[in-house]
C-alpha cells in the first residue's frame, strides 16, 4: 500500500476508502513501462505496486496487479512481449494497489495466502493502529483468489519453479515472497520497499519484527545475485534490503529502549526518537507515523480493527 501517500500526507487522519484513494488517481495519465529483468521474468511499473510477470512458453504468470482502471493497459503492455495469456496470478498481500486488477483479470487463475482471500473477501479497516487508516470493502467473489495456501505454493511455469512463500506477520498477515528460482529474480511485495519508512498494516496482523523476521528468512535464502523488486521503487539488490533491515532493527530498538524508560507515545514524537533516521521520512509515512508504528507494535496495540478469523 502506498497510494495513500499524497492523500495521507494532505489529511494523515482522514479516514479513507480504498475507492477514494482510487478515484483521487487519474489513471488515464498512467502508463506502464516494461523492463526486462533477468530470465523469464519482467518487471511492470505503473501506478500502485510493481508487477513482476514471468513469460515464456507456458503463458504469462505475474504478481500482483496494482489498480482495476489500469487493467487494460497491463494487458497491452503485456502485450508487447508475448501473445499468450496470463495464466496465474499471484498476490503479495490483499491491498487494493495490488490486487485491483484481480476483477478485470479474472480469466487468470488467482492464487494468494489463505488471508489475503479472507480479507479481500470481507473488506474491513486497515492501518497502523494510529492515525494511518484506511476502509476497504468486500471484493466480489470473481477477485477472490481460488488457490490459496497456508505456508508456501510452487506454481511449476516457462521452466520455473516460482515459489511463494508466507511471511506470517510483516507488511500484513498475508504477505508472501515470492521467488523466481531460475531467473534469480524475487519480488519482495511491501515487505521491502524504497520510499522511506514502510507502511506497516498492523490492524491487518502486520508487524516490524515480523517483517524484520521476513526480511532476514528472505536474505538467508536467496542467492546473492538475485535481483530484488520491491513492492514499491526501483529494481534493487540484497544490499539495499540489508540496509533496510538494519533500519527497522535499528529503529526498534531506539523507541524500545525509551519505552523501557518509561516514555509516552507523546513523548516520542516530542524528543524526535527517529531523528537520526530523518531521510527514511516519507511523504505517506513520516517520523511520526512510524513511531506510532513501532509504538503500536511493540505495545500490542492493534487499533479497533474487528479480527480475523484464522484456521
Ligand atoms: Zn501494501
Known amino acids: 500500500m502506498k497510494i495513500a501517500i499524497r492523500l495521507a500526507a494532505v489529511a494523515a487522519a482522514c479516514l479513507c476508502s480504498s475507492v477514494a484513494f482510487a478515484q483521487a488517481?487519474?489513471?488515464?495519465?498512467?502508463?506502464?513501462?516494461?523492463?526486462?529483468?533477468?530470465?523469464?521474468?519482467?518487471?511492470?511499473?505503473?501506478?500502485?505496486g510493481n508487477i513482476a510477470a514471468s513469460v515464456g512458453e507456458d503463458g504469462i504468470v505475474i504478481v500482483d496487479d496494482q489498480f482495476a482502471p489500469l487493467a487494460d493497459k497491463i494487458r497491452a503492455a503485456l502485450k508487447s512481449v508475448t501473445d499468450k495469456p496470463i495464466r496465474f496470478i499471484i498476490n503479495t498481500h490483499y491491498h487494493d494497489d495490488h490486487t485491483g486488477g484481480n476483477l478485470p483479470l479474472h480469466d487468470a487463475t488467482i492464487v494468494a495466502q489463505d488471508n489475503v482471500r479472507k480479507r479481500l473477501a470481507s473488506g474491513?479497516?486497515?492501518?497502523?493502529?494510529?492515525?494511518?487508516?484506511f476502509e476497504s470493502k468486500p471484493s466480489p467473489k470473481e477477485a477472490l483468489p481460488i488457490i490459496t495456501f497456508s505456508h508456501d505454493v510452487t506454481l511449476h511455469v516457462n521452466g520455473e519453479d516460482i515459489n511463494a512463500l508466507h511471511a506470517p506477520s510483516g507488511h500484513t498477515d498475508g504477505d508472501s515472497i515470492v521467488f523466481f528460482?531460475?531467473?534469480?529474480?524475487?519480488?519482495?511485495?511491501?515487505d521491502f520497499v524504497t520510499?522511506?519508512?514502510?507502511?506497516?498494516?498492523?490492524?491487518?496482523?502486520?508487524?516490524?519484527r515480523g517483517m524484520i523476521k521476513a526480511?532476514?528468512?528472505?536474505?538467508?535464502?536467496?542467492?546473492?545475485?538475485?535481483?530484488?523488486?520491491?513492492?514499491?521503487g526501483p529494481l534493487s539488490?540484497?544490499?539495499?534490503?540489508?540496509?533496510?533491515?538494519?533500519?527497522?532493527?535499528?529503529?526498534?530498538a531506539a523507541v524500545s529502549k525509551e519505552l523501557k524508560a518509561g516514555k509516552t507515545l507523546e513523548q516520542l514524537k516530542q524528543q524526535k526518537v527517529l531523528s537520526p533516521w530523518q531521510r527514511y521520512s516519507g511523504e505517506f509515512v513520516?517520523?511520526?507515523?512510524?513511531?506510532?508504528?513501532?509504538?503500536?507494535?511493540?505495545t500490542?496495540?492493534?487499533?479497533?480493527?474487528?479480527?480475523?478469523?484464522?484456521?
Open 25 to 48: 488517481q487519474d489513471f488515464s495519465k498512467v502508463e506502464i513501462k516494461v523492463t526486462k529483468v533477468a530470465g523469464t521474468v519482467y518487471l511492470l511499473e505503473g501506478a500502485g
Open 181 to 190: 528460482t531460475q531467473s534469480k529474480v524475487v519480488h519482495m511485495g511491501d
Open 237 to 252: 539488490t540484497l544490499d539495499d534490503v540489508r540496509a533496510y533491515v538494519k533500519m527497522l532493527k535499528d529503529t526498534l
Open 286 to 298: 513520516n517520523s511520526d507515523l512510524f513511531i506510532e508504528t513501532l509504538y503500536n507494535d511493540l
Open 215 to 232: 526480511l532476514e528468512s528472505a536474505l538467508a535464502r536467496l542467492p546473492p545475485d538475485v535481483k530484488v523488486i520491491p513492492g514499491h
Open 124 to 133: 474491513g479497516t486497515g492501518g497502523n493502529g494510529s492515525s494511518l487508516k
Open 300 to 311: 500490542g496495540k492493534k487499533s479497533d480493527a474487528p479480527p480475523i478469523k484464522h484456521n
Open 195 to 208: 520510499y522511506g519508512f514502510p507502511f506497516v498494516d498492523i490492524a491487518a496482523g502486520g508487524s516490524v
